[in-house]
């Protein structure tokens, strides 16, 4: 959209400040973006800077503490981006929009896009006169999508993450199908090294339903240690990613799903355990004392 577009905000009602900026995708969820300073700071208040300051140069680019400690990167150093060398002139705390901000016009000059941003942001007089803003620009600027801050963060959620839903998805099926075969080799080298056994538990009067019913509950201990231990490594896991690509990846633990996965646990595991079971049962007594 056009940058001259913030002067027009500025003059609806109610509209107390407006500013511009362009974000470029980098690689995976990295993005860089370019703000006017003065403008942006005027928006969403200051910059909070661990070190250093704001832009000083046409190539400066301040970086948040989350993508300074990632990267090992301080004030003075080097980043190459868009196939140029970026020098960091402050780090901030995170939370501002992005995790690597440049100058507008500069990012403009590299991406030959003279006078354009992607979005526009505007604060209000009032939080109570959101919609009504909504409501009038959106008559007069029918070509763009315009939405209040909710609306737009109620957006960053597995249903709108293009290809996430259908990742998690694929990790569930390919659980379960692992799950699946894990338990059942497992259960059937069990009956296999348990013959004997089986063949004395049937000896002693024990039932297909006893001989079934003594692995099922084995089965189920195995899922169980599965799960727990399952839940620990995702500490683990989470306090490495939390801890080594946070700029790029932030994980949070999901405790809401803990009992979805003990259930896909449990069903893995007892359809792995089904067939030995079923083969455990029908073991002949004689045969089974015979085995070696």
Same mark, same amino acid.
């Given at each position: #959209?056009?940058?001259? $577009? =913030?002067?027009?905000?500025? %003059?609806?009602?109610?509209? =107390?400040?407006?500013?511009?900026?362009?974000?470029?995708?980098?690689?995976?969820?990295?993005?860089?973006?370019?703000?006017?300073?003065?403008?942006?700071?005027?928006?969403?208040?200051?910059? +909070?800077? /661990?070190?250093?300051?704001?832009?000083?140069?046409?190539?400066?680019? $301040?970086?948040?503490? @989350?993508?300074?400690? *990632?990267?090992?990167?301080?004030?003075?150093? *080097?980043?190459?981006?868009?196939?140029?060398?970026? +020098?960091?002139?402050?780090?901030?705390?995170?939370?501002?929009?992005?995790? #690597?901000?440049?100058?507008?016009?500069?990012?403009?000059?590299?991406?030959?896009?003279?006078?354009? !941003?992607?979005?526009?942001?505007?604060?209000?007089? &009032?939080?109570?006169?959101?919609?009504?803003? /909504?409501?009038?620009?959106?008559?007069?600027?029918?070509?763009?999508?315009?939405?209040? $801050?909710?609306?737009?963060?109620?957006?960053?959620?597995?249903?709108?993450?293009?290809?996430?839903?259908?990742? =998690?998805?694929? /990790?569930?099926?390919?659980?379960?199908?692992?799950?699946?075969?894990?338990?059942?080799?497992?259960?059937? *080298? *069990?009956?296999?090294?348990?013959? %004997?056994? =089986?063949?004395?538990?049937?000896?002693?009067?024990?039932?297909?339903?006893?001989? #079934?019913?003594?692995?099922? %509950?084995?089965?189920?201990?195995?899922?169980?240690?599965?799960?727990?231990?399952?839940?620990?490594?995702?500490?683990?896991?989470?306090?490495?990613?939390? +801890?080594?690509?946070?700029? &790029?990846? +932030?994980?949070?633990?999901?405790?809401? @799903? @803990?009992?979805?996965?003990?259930?896909?646990? !449990?069903?893995?595991?007892?359809?792995?355990?089904?067939?030995?079971? #079923?083969?455990?049962?029908?073991?002949?007594?004689?045969?089974?004392?015979?085995?070696?």
């Amino acid at each position: #959209m056009p940058e001259s $577009m =913030i002067a027009a905000l500025l %003059r609806e009602p109610h509209v =107390i400040r407006a500013a511009g900026s362009y974000t470029v995708p980098l690689s995976g969820l990295s993005t860089l973006t370019g703000i006017d300073y003065q403008q942006f700071v005027g928006l969403s208040g200051p910059f +909070h800077f /661990i070190e250093g300051g704001p832009f000083q140069g046409k190539f400066d680019v $301040m970086v948040d503490r @989350w993508y300074s400690e *990632t990267n090992h990167k301080g004030v003075g150093d *080097t980043v190459n981006a868009l196939n140029k060398d970026w +020098h960091i002139c402050g780090v901030v705390e995170p939370g501002k929009l992005s995790r #690597m901000f440049v100058p507008l016009a500069t990012l403009q000059d590299v991406l030959a896009s003279p006078g354009k !941003v992607s979005q526009a942001f505007v604060k209000l007089d &009032s939080p109570a006169n959101t919609f009504a803003v /909504i409501a009038a620009l959106k008559a007069e600027l029918p070509e763009y999508k315009i939405y209040s $801050m909710e609306e737009l963060v109620s957006q960053f959620s597995i249903e709108n993450v293009p290809g996430l839903k259908a990742f =998690i998805y694929v /990790i569930m099926g390919l659980s379960i199908v692992i799950g699946f075969l894990v338990v059942s080799l497992t259960m059937y *080298t *069990t009956v296999l090294e348990r013959t %004997r056994e =089986i063949g004395i538990l049937k000896a002693l009067g024990a039932s297909p339903g006893d001989i #079934m019913g003594l692995l099922v %509950r084995e089965t189920l201990v195995l899922a169980a240690a599965g799960w727990v231990a399952g839940i620990l490594l995702s500490f683990v896991a989470n306090w490495a990613i939390n +801890h080594f690509v946070r700029a &790029s990846l +932030h994980s949070v633990i999901a405790a809401e @799903w @803990w009992w979805k996965v003990a259930v896909i646990a !449990v069903v893995a595991s007892l359809l792995g355990a089904l067939y030995p079971g #079923m083969r455990a049962a029908r073991q002949d007594a004689i045969e089974a004392l015979s085995y070696e």
